[in-house]
């Protein structure tokens, strides 16, 4: 009976000692992804007024209205697209719907700045499209008017072709999730097919829409590798230009702060205009809305407007691509591609890893400790995906400089050694940076499938002896095993074509595939640039298969 009692109590000691570990974790996590804004809000108050004036005067009305109508021109495009798409291909029969459906998925895989370098290449003065129409009518360079791909307008069609996904993924679903009964009723009060759907499924779907958009608008302010090589001015040009070209890290940091702020207002304003509006299907019937087959010119027009955003978005670009890296001098193969090839999975494993990792501790911390302290830990390990890539980064260096230098100021004064940076500059503050990047995406993948545990495992499994890390390791984790390598996944493919932080925080000759065709369109060697491209292409295509098998099975 002893024997029992102290196995008894050991068990509870261990289970009280991981769930201390646990929770641990997950507030040291929830702290890192909070460090880097506290960072860029002290730095950017400690810089002093005249940088602020000087931006005022300068760069900041510009950065802003930028920033402001790409924000606005994705927001709208990427809702008509992906509204649209998502309403014929569920709400519509006509020939070729179940290859569409997949297909408007597609464009997801490319990161914008690929499609920017594709579409340069084929629309710029030199390229093919230009020179056809120059030698077809005779013209000479000033004799006509063709629309400038390298401007606003230009970055803001790249960003919605590869964006429109995120809504239509989340406007297919809700779409499929109605009832008839709603629809019915419209239709038996006099409106049409159109107003039924602009008065009752929109509304109906808007929670899910208006997080698409919001996705999508979160990517478009994060977004350097477009804006910078179109020459777009906006914030995230503009921290990464302070911060190199000028040298001024006062600047770089006063910038990340209104980047910042933008992001945070947008996410706020949403979820206020949301309000506490609840959408419930109309009666008891849960059947599907019948899907209307469409013939003749209506299946023509519903065929071309589906098929135009995979052509464009897709297609075309591969096409582009692979032609350009034919004509290119690049090689995989050689030592110099395959150390790019391995640095970017080193990075990408390594983030990955220690990603999902986090986003276990805290989603079973969640689960373990419902409670204040847990949910104000989930909440801001989610802060980071609002946050882009350069505020992250200027705020992980900042701090960590400081402390690099004092370290060393310290070891000089009384060891008389120089320690170097040890922390800024390495590998493992370019992991932290992508931890917090990306953890939001984790959590939310580990998350849906946490949910399919139900509470009466965790109980059989106390009641077993198993302490909660035990519970853990035996009973979620096998379970969880699809949802896990799907949020390994996309965080790797993310951090293959992340961008921002990388360029910014990267160790010196530490160069990743995203970095190299950066370099190579920079310098205007856009053949070279595609040989790059296609493998983070061919790697980002992986999540998009498992979308697309999921999409597929409806």
């Known amino acids: 009976m002893a024997e029992i009692e102290y196995a008894e109590h050991g068990t509870r000691n261990r289970g009280a000692l991981g769930t201390r570990l646990v929770g641990a974790i997950s507030y040291a996590v929830a702290a890192a992804c909070l460090l ?65 459906e997949v297909a408007l998925v597609l464009p997801l895989a490319f990161p914008a700045y690929v499609l920017a370098y594709a579409y340069t290449f084929i629309l710029d003065h030199p390229g093919i499209v230009q020179t056809t129409l120059r030698d077809v009518t005779g013209w000479g360079p000033r004799d006509y008017w063709f629309p400038e791909i390298r401007s606003t307008e230009g970055a803001a069609v790249m960003l919605i072709l590869v964006l429109y996904p995120y809504v239509y993924l989340l406007a297919r679903a809700a779409f499929l999730q109605q009832s008839e009964t709603a629809f019915l009723a419209a239709r038996a009060l006099g409106n049409g097919p159109w107003h039924a759907f602009w008065r009752v499924s929109l509304p109906m779907a808007r929670p899910a829409i208006a997080g698409g958009v919001l996705l999508a608008v979160m990517e478009t302010i994060a977004d350097f590798g477009t804006v910078a090589y179109f020459g777009v001015q906006t914030f995230a040009t503009g ?27 947008m996410a706020v304003t949403e979820r206020a205009q949301r309000g506490k509006a609840k959408y419930y299907q ?38 582009i691509l692979v032609e350009m890296g034919l004509e290119s001098e690049q090689n995989l193969l050689t030592p110099r591609y395959a150390a790019f090839i391995r640095n970017s999975l080193i990075l990408a494993g390594t983030a990955a890893v220690i990603t999902v990792s986090a986003a276990v501790c805290i989603g079973f911390f969640q689960r373990l400790r419902p409670g204040r302290g847990s949910a104000i830990a989930g909440y801001l390990a989610r802060l980071g995906y609002a946050v882009p890539g ?28 120089s320690t170097g940076l040890l922390v800024t500059g390495s590998i493992w503050l370019l992991v932290a940076a992508y931890m917090v990047r990306f953890l939001a995406a ?87 640039a595609a040989v790059p491209s296609l493998v983070i292409l061919a790697v980002g295509l992986l999540p998009v298969i498992l979308i697309c098998r999921q999409v597929g099975r409806r």
């Open 239 to 265: 921290i990464y230009t302070s911060w190199f070209s000028m040298a001024d890290r006062t600047a770089a940091a006063q910038l990340a702060l209104c980047l910042l702020a933008f992001a945070l207002v």
């Open 442 to 528: 984790a959590l939310s993948a580990y998350e849906g499938g946490q949910s399919t545990v139900h509470a009466n495992m965790d109980a059989a499994a106390r009641s077993l002896g198993q302490t909660p890390l035990g519970t853990l390791r035996r009973v979620h984790l096998p379970i969880l095993t699809p949802s896990l390598l799907t949020a390994l996944l996309i965080v790797f493919v993310d951090v293959m074509k992340e961008l921002p932080a990388t360029l910014i925080m990267r160790p010196f000759n530490f160069d990743t595939l995203a970095v190299q065709a950066y370099r190579l369109a920079s310098d205007e060697r856009l053949e070279g």
């Open 36 to 100: 880097p804004m506290v960072a860029v809000v002290l730095a950017a108050m400690t810089g002093g007024t005249d940088t602020v004036s000087h931006l005022l005067e300068t760069v900041l009305p510009r950065y802003a209205l930028t920033t402001a109508i790409l924000v606005v021109l994705v927001a709208a495009g990427t809702f008509s697209i992906g509204v649209g798409a998502a309403w014929l291909v569920t709400m519509t029969r006509f020939p070729g719907v179940r290859f569409l």
């Open 390 to 417: 350069g505020v992250i980064a200027v705020g992980l260096i900042v701090p960590f400089a400081g402390f690099d230098n004092a370290l060393d100021a310290w070891m000089r004064k009384t060891f008389d050694v």
């Open 282 to 319: 109309a009666g008891k019937s849960s059947k599907a809305q019948p899907a209307a087959s469409l013939q003749g010119w209506q299946a023509a027009g519903a065929i071309v407007l589906c098929a135009i955003p995979v052509v464009l978005g897709f297609l075309l670009p591969v096409v």
